[in-house]
């Protein structure tokens, strides 16, 4: 302290141009910290957006489903192993589309953080892996994208009457 003194008292220094490391530090990890929630508020958010946007496109194509459903009921198939099929199938797609969602993010990060910052700006950010947050995204991904199509089904009259005739469709 007694350095700290001899700065304020004997060179003149105003006490409000000395600044505190460590709390400028806790400063920056608070914002930092709030950054990284908020980029989680949005993912979550976008991903709720995409699942109403699936919802809806669903919906409004259920009749064009039902000609398409026409050659799985000749097969054979049930309601119930149709709906299961249609689960599995958005199901999957959410798998590809995740997997290749996480790859060209890393690739955009790995190109941004090694490549195009040292070139351009001479410094460079050292590079981190979240594979938690990589698995909650997807696994709120795979849940919305369920939902959506369950709740499509569920509207859709996936049942066909017992009068059904192909001169219907």
């Given at each position: 302290?007694?350095?700290?003194?001899?700065?304020?008292?004997?060179?003149?220094i105003?006490?409000?141009?000395?600044?505190?490391?460590?709390?400028?530090?806790?400063?920056?990890?608070?914002?930092?910290?709030?950054?990284?929630?908020?980029?989680?508020?949005?993912?979550?958010?976008?991903?709720?957006?995409?699942?109403?946007?699936?919802?809806?496109?669903?919906i409004?194509?259920?009749?064009?489903?039902?000609?398409?459903?026409?050659?799985?009921?000749?097969?054979?198939?049930?309601?119930?192993?149709?709906?299961?099929?249609?689960?599995?199938?958005?199901?999957?797609?959410?798998?590809?589309?995740?997997?290749?969602?996480?790859?060209?993010?890393?690739?955009?990060?790995?190109?941004?953080?090694?490549?195009?910052?040292?070139?351009?700006?001479?410094?460079?950010?050292?590079?981190?892996?979240?594979?938690?947050?990589?698995?909650?995204?997807?696994?709120?991904?795979?849940?919305?994208?369920?939902?959506?199509?369950?709740?499509?089904?569920?509207?859709?009259?996936?049942?066909?009457?017992?009068?059904?005739?192909?001169r219907?469709?």
């Amino acid at each position: 302290m007694n350095f700290l003194n001899d700065l304020l008292f004997n060179v003149k220094i105003n006490s409000e141009a000395i600044v505190n490391p460590q709390q400028v530090r806790k400063i920056s990890l608070e914002i930092f910290d709030n950054t990284f929630k908020i980029s989680f508020q949005l993912a979550l958010i976008t991903l709720l957006v995409a699942s109403f946007t699936l919802y809806t496109n669903l919906i409004s194509i259920n009749k064009l489903r039902k000609k398409d459903l026409l050659p799985i009921y000749l097969l054979g198939f049930s309601a119930k192993q149709v709906i299961a099929l249609e689960i599995l199938k958005i199901v999957i797609l959410t798998n590809v589309v995740s997997f290749l969602s996480i790859g060209m993010g890393s690739l955009i990060t790995f190109i941004l953080s090694e490549i195009i910052n040292p070139n351009f700006f001479g410094w460079r950010i050292p590079t981190q892996v979240f594979p938690d947050y990589w698995l909650q995204v997807w696994i709120i991904a795979l849940l919305a994208s369920t939902f959506s199509t369950l709740l499509s089904l569920r509207t859709s009259n996936v049942k066909l009457p017992s009068n059904f005739n192909v001169r219907n469709i």
